[in-house]
């Protein structure tokens, strides 16, 4: 283990280190450099596991091409030319050594900071388990690689489908499924609706009424825990008027490469699945000892100071900090960027002894795209704004918030253009091996059909697959494999297409090991070969005795 060489000619200055680059840990140290311009007695250092800040509120206009993908990022430099910066994978906290440890970069080294105040913003993360299949299938959307997963998926599927004979396969591609209706949900389900609508355009072979994005919320309206029922009611009609299918007061139960499964049974063909819910704390912070948690979320008084951890502060979606009335704040930027600003001043406060000040902030109001230029807001003093004005406001007042000249430049080009330009649905095609991957199946879904062409082998996690041959047209069970099996090796060692077909008779999690991926082993590995040559070679006997036993009864 390396230690951090950062200190030298400051060593009576408290060393701030501040754990999580988004808006709480970005505007904590922004606050502290311009504390320290001022004499303040502070240096700061600042691990996360991208070189830049993500502007969160404007991802969805990412997704939709409205904005360039990379004018919604600030590299971390720019903004904080004072701070020293450790682009790194947080791995641990110690708080009795006082130490972080950073994961290994380009060389293997684990790397430790020692701190004499930390400031956690880690924000949370999401969190699919739970929901079978979810964690395998569903994409989510809170990152910049989250919208460009996304957009680049949504291209692809449509140039799939424009490809494609079978209507039913058509209409299954093109029917995309969003799970939450929050402010999250909404955005995305809106903002995949207009640019999916629009690009289909440049589509010539696809049919516009087979695009289909449909909307699965738990409550009776959208956005009806967020905004006022009047507002969450007109947000529930303009979706509908664009053309997105709300399924209301449904819940996502489980999901599988084929489509998605709702409570009650109901199935949704599709091969896109985002999904919006849930988040939870950040897994780091649950192995910390000695950190008071509720629910995850780091326990924090009106100062911001972890309960209990002296010079441990926590800020952003991943504290607990009450507010006048002692409601927790809620997980919104707009409460992190004051709860940054707060806490920044107490750390100089308790280095010098002056009085620590309260976290006083109760928000300035709600905002939501709708989409096809409509927006809703709820302002203080209960006044709300709803269509075109409220998507003006939106604008503005985002636009506004984006950090420095350049991003508002770029962003304000990236709108203009957008009016007078047509849009390019361009598929970023980043290439990368994926590896080894999980799938989950529901009862009764086919993993392939006999014929298909052979991508990957499968390894049985859990469950139970029949397969089966088509004998004189029709389908005939001829046998059952279980967890600790493996399948579809016959038809990636003969370079031919499957020669049955395979069935989930109950939840199934499989292990995907892609055809590339297996011929490398088998080419490498004589021993790893040679079992799977066994293994396919008394299948390929089994099937044969099957056939002749067939052909002698018919005779
Ligand atoms: C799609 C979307 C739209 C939103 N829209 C709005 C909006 O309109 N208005 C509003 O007020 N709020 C909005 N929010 C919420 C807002 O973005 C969050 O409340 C805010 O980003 C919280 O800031 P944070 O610093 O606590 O966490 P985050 O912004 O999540 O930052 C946490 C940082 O920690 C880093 N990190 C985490 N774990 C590790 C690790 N182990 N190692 C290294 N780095 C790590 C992450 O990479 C990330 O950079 C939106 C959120 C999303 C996802």
């Not at 790194?88 to 684990?110: F, K, N, S």
């Not at 449909?214 to 053309?243: F, K």
């Not at 897994?283 to 000892?289: A, C, S």
């Not at 502060?313 to 991943?318: K, P």
């Amino acid at each position: 283990m390396a230690a951090a060489d950062t200190d030298l000619g400051r060593a009576r200055r408290a060393r701030v280190v501040v754990l999580g680059g988004g808006f709480g840990g970005v505007y904590t140290a922004l606050a502290l450099e311009r504390l320290a311009a001022k004499g303040a007695p502070v240096e700061v250092s600042l691990v996360n596991r991208e070189n830049y800040l993500v502007f969160q509120p404007m991802l969805a206009e990412v997704l939709a091409g409205d904005v360039g993908i990379l004018d919604t990022v600030s590299p971390l430099r720019q903004l904080l030319p004072r701070t020293d910066l450790f682009v790194r994978e947080l791995e641990g906290v110690d708080l009795q050594r006082r130490v972080v440890t950073l994961g290994a970069g380009l060389t293997p080294q684990t790397l430790e900071l020692p701190f004499d105040h930390l400031v956690l913003a880690l924000g949370n993360v999401t969190d699919f388990r739970g929901i079978p299949g979810l964690p395998e299938h569903a994409l989510p959307f809170k990152t910049l690689a989250d919208a460009m997963r996304i957009r680049n998926h949504a291209i692809n599927v449509l140039e799939q489908a424009s490809v494609v004979q079978d209507p039913e396969a058509r209409r299954t591609m093109l029917t995309f499924v969003v799970a939450g209706g929050g402010f999250s949900g909404t955005e995305v389900a809106a903002a995949l609706n207009d640019f999916v609508r629009h690009a289909v355009g440049a589509y010539r072979s696809i049919p516009r009424e087979d695009v289909r994005i449909v909307l699965v919320h738990s409550g009776e309206r959208v956005l009806e825990r967020e905004l006022t029922p009047h507002l969450a009611a007109y947000a529930t009609r303009v979706l509908s008027e664009q053309g997105i299918e709300l399924l209301l007061d449904q819940r996502l139960v489980a999901a599988s490469p084929l489509g998605a499964v709702l409570a009650g049974g109901r199935r949704i063909p599709t091969r896109t699945l985002i999904s919006t819910v849930p988040s939870s704390p950040n897994p780091v912070l649950e192995q910390v000892v000695g950190l008071p948690t509720v629910r995850g979320r780091v326990e924090c008084d009106a100062t911001t100071a972890v309960q209990g951890c002296e010079g441990v502060w926590a800020v952003g979606d991943c504290a607990l900090i009450p507010m006048p009335g002692g409601e927790p704040s809620p997980p919104t930027a707009q409460h992190a960027i004051r709860q940054a600003k707060v806490l920044a001043q107490n750390i100089v406060a308790t280095q010098t002894g002056a009085r620590r000040r309260s976290f006083a902030f109760t928000g300035l109001g709600k905002l939501g795209a709708l989409g096809h230029h409509r927006a809703v807001a709820e302002l203080p003093g209960k006044i709300t704004v709803q269509g075109p004005l409220a998507w003006l406001m939106w604008r503005g007042i985002y636009w506004s918030k984006l950090p420095g000249a350049s991003r508002k430049t770029r962003v304000a080009v990236s709108w203009l253009s957008d009016l007078v330009l047509p849009a390019h649905p361009v598929q970023l095609n980043l290439g990368g091996a994926r590896g080894a991957t999980q799938a989950h199946y529901e009862p009764g879904e086919v993993v392939f059909e006999q014929g298909d062409a052979a991508d990957s082998l499968f390894m049985i996690l859990a469950g139970t697959v029949e397969v089966s041959q088509r004998v004189d047209g029709r389908p005939q069970a001829i046998g059952t494999l279980q967890a600790g099996e493996y399948f579809g090796e016959m038809a990636l060692l003969g370079r031919r297409p499957r020669s049955a077909t395979t069935r989930a008779l109950t939840a199934l999690d499989l292990l995907v090991l892609p055809g590339a991926d297996f011929a490398a082993l088998a080419d490498s590995l004589t021993e790893f070969r040679g079992e799977f040559e066994q293994i396919a070679r008394s299948r390929a006997a089994a099937d044969a005795a099957r056939a002749g036993t067939d052909a002698r009864a018919e005779a």
